[in-house]
């Protein structure tokens, strides 16, 4: 999908300047689009209800309904096709509540040209058929279940809690911090280290909703690692480049964290964004369960045959009795649920998908009060390809 794909947008602005402008930069990114214009709510759902769209661009700012209006309006009359806000510069808290209605992305009117406008919107565009995607690959699991009763109501009640934590517990906050990140950005008067330090929060919210993309298609993810091809990565190195992330998470938790690696590499063969992700979600879960001044420790050792991975806390632990169902898909343990402690029950889970499509094994060491090991057993790589 690029600029020459046949793209369907429906412009809805009042204000005939900027809707001349708009409609122009998209025509000139795109020349084989139909880009039309409704100057009004009323006549958009009309046009809504009539045809199909790719895209669906609106200013929240219209005179005859608030913007979150607006969004449900057109979600209710069209609600598989991607839609993108426009707001006013001073209006970030109106294009958040937008996203949590279920925008794909929002833009601050006058501050995109042709080439970032079509960007953007290629980007909403290929959210909102990944999210399609999913929801084609749930349905279509639901339709061939044919186990049972009870079966059935299980995967439709696992397809509705999906769909539910991805979209609002996983994208609607990344994209809460990245419209703050805006925000604070589009205030001025910050330093350069400050202003580095906002680019690092928005750089980093962009590229975590980027994975979260990847879990609405959880069904097709261990395909996914599977067709990946070998290549040596030096664990030492995947950790060594988390830490700066791992100490943004804690910040404000007044843990101590411990990296321990070899000085010597610690290869093994697959993907290094994958265990990436697992040593942030490891360690993400030690952060959440420690105590205040308590202890993470992100350790890599070898042996002969294998790299290992250790992530050690010393907080409140994991009772024995639920430790057998810790990397089932949306389980969350009772420890969570009692200390309120948010998270999705999807961690562990991909955690666990990973490793396995590595050819590896995760275990966990813990008790009430006693803290927790997870250790990853990865086969070591013994020279580089």
């Avoid at 833009?107 to 995607?133: F, I, K, M, W």
Wanted: aromatic share 4%; net charge negative.
């Amino acid at each position: 999908m690029d600029r020459r794909t046949d793209l369907r947008v429906l412009l809805i602005e009042d204000a005939t300047t900027d809707c001349v402008l708009v409609r122009a930069l998209l025509e000139g990114e795109f020349p084989n689009g139909d880009i039309e214009a409704a100057t009004s709510l009323a006549h958009a759902l009309d046009r809504l209800a009539l045809a199909d769209y790719d895209v669906v661009l609106v200013n929240l700012n219209l005179p005859e309904a608030d913007g979150c209006a607006v969004v449900r309006a057109v979600r209710v009359t069209s609600p598989h096709t991607a839609l993108m806000v426009l707001t006013g510069r001073g209006d970030g808290t109106l294009a958040l509540w937008a996203l949590a209605e279920g925008a794909q992305d929002y833009l601050v009117t006058g501050e995109h040209d042709g080439p970032r406008l079509a960007d953007a919107l290629l980007r909403g565009l290929q959210r909102s058929r990944t999210e399609q995607r999913a929801h084609a690959v749930l349905g279509s699991a639901l339709d061939h279940e044919s186990e049972s009763a009870v079966r059935l109501r299980e995967l439709t009640l696992a397809k509705s809690e999906f769909v539910a934590t991805v979209s609002h517990e996983l994208r609607t906050p990344l994209s809460s911090i990245a419209g703050y990140a805006e925000m604070l950005r589009s205030e001025g008067g910050l330093t350069t280290q400050q202003t580095r330090f906002v680019d690092a929060i928005a750089r980093n919210a962009t590229r975590l909703a980027v994975l979260t993309d990847d879990l609405l298609v959880v069904s097709s993810f261990s395909s996914a690692v599977e067709q990946l091809e070998p290549v040596a990565v030096d664990l030492s190195v995947v950790v060594a480049g988390t830490q700066e992330v791992i100490r943004v998470l804690g910040a404000g938790h007044q843990l101590d964290f411990v990296f321990e690696l070899p000085d010597h590499p610690a290869l093994v063969t697959g993907d290094a964004g994958h265990l990436e992700r697992v040593v942030l979600n490891l360690v993400g879960n030690a952060i959440k369960f420690s105590k205040e001044h308590g202890r993470v420790t992100c350790r890599v050792s070898t042996s002969p045959s294998d790299v290992y991975l250790e992530v050690i806390d010393n907080g409140i632990g994991i009772p024995e009795d639920e430790q057998h169902e810790l990397f089932t898909m949306f389980f969350r343990g009772s420890t969570a649920r009692n200390r309120a402690v948010q998270g999705t029950g999807l961690g562990l889970h991909i955690v666990s998908s990973i490793v396995r499509h590595h050819h590896g094994e995760i275990d966990v060491q813990s008790g009430s009060g006693q803290g927790t090991t997870f250790t990853v057993r990865l086969p070591r790589r013994l020279r580089a390809a």
